[in-house]
Structures are given as C-alpha cells and as structure tokens.
C-alpha cells in the first residue's frame, strides 16, 4: 500500500538540499537516510533520502544525485510515498494510520448514522473526518477524543460525541428548543429596569 508522506517544498541553500511538508506521525521512520520513496509525479523519482536534519522549525532533506539548488528547486510540490505493508499499524494503539480510518461508517454514541469517512485531513491544529452523510453532503468532525470517542477498526466504525451544533441535526434540534424557551418565558427581556 502507498502512503503519501510528505511534500516537498522549496529549496534551502546550494547543496540540494529541500524544505519538506511532513505528512506522517512518523518522520524518523518514513523520512529517514536510507529511505526509498516513490513519488507524484512518478517521472520525479524515485528518491533515496541521503541526509535529513531539522533547520528553524523545519525538516530538510537531500536526496541521492540532488546537488545543487536548480535540482533541488525542480523537486517543489513533488509529493513522497511510501511503500507501506497494508498489515502494519502505528507503535502507539491509539494512532492509525489514514487507510485505517477510511471508509469507516460514524455513528453518535446513541447509535444514530452520521455518515462515513471519505476523507482525512491534516491541519496543523489537529486532524479532520471529512464525512460523506448519507444525502451526500458533508461534515467535518475533529478527530479528538473529547469528540472521538472509539474507533473500532474490526467493526469498520468510529464512534463520535459530538457537541450540540457540530451535527446539522443537533443544531436545528438546539434552535428549536431555544424557540421554545424564548415562547414559554413570553419573549419579553426581564433584566432591564426601564429606568
């Protein structure tokens, strides 16, 4: 199975060497020297990883036979993917991997469809289901674990508790309960004095 692992960015300096935008949990596995990547487009690589460090904030990379900036800066937006065995899972059981997650069908704690996972995306805040709800629209669930609350990758679901508003259904379930309050108390604003 393929996994794209990061995108390359611009070039830094003269030696060849190039920023990279790290798409993976697990850089010092997936981007480590040594390392033989495929890449989009595919007449780009593949790549061998030669040198990786960190510089301000920033993983740099230099690949086999990439020597100087022209070499490098030909590489920018050339995604890098890895050659990943489908079986294999994170060392930590409470990470997965993007292929782990997809297609998964979400349900609310109380048992209620939302939809399924057609789509994850990577924020730098945090990770985002992008799910496909069964009129085909979509919503966006942050996968944390206030809101996450079991993935259950044998029963193909993830199991959510959403808060009121995240869900069209709780929002339009909260304004009409809201509409209702507003009618019982007669409408009228009580805190003022008129004075």
């Known amino acids: 199975m393929q996994l794209v692992v990061a995108r390359v960015g611009r070039a830094h300096g003269i030696k060849g060497e190039v920023t990279v935008e790290v798409r993976t949990d697990e850089p010092e596995l997936r981007l480590g020297p040594g390392a033989v990547l495929l890449t989009d487009p595919a007449s780009a690589g593949p790549l061998t990883i030669e040198t990786g460090r960190v510089h301000s904030g920033r993983l740099l990379l230099r690949f086999a036979g990439v020597r100087d900036r022209n070499a490098a800066e030909a590489l920018r937006n050339t995604l890098l993917i890895a050659e990943v065995d489908p079986d294999e899972t994170p060392e930590d059981p409470d ?101």
């Open 95 to 195: 990470e997965y991997y993007d292929h782990q997650l997809m297609d998964l069908d979400v349900v609310t704690t109380e048992g209620v469809e939302v939809g399924r996972i057609t789509e994850i995306s990577h924020l730098p805040s945090q990770d985002l289901f992008v799910v496909e709800r069964p009129d085909g629209t979509e919503v966006m669930i942050p996968f944390v674990e206030e809101i996450v609350v079991e993935i259950d990758l044998e029963e193909q679901r993830a199991v959510i508790d959403p808060p009121p508003g995240l869900i069209d259904d709780r929002a339009e379930v909260a304004s009409a309960r809201d509409a209702e309050d507003g009618s019982a108390d007669g409408g009228e604003d009580t805190t003022g004095t008129g004075a």
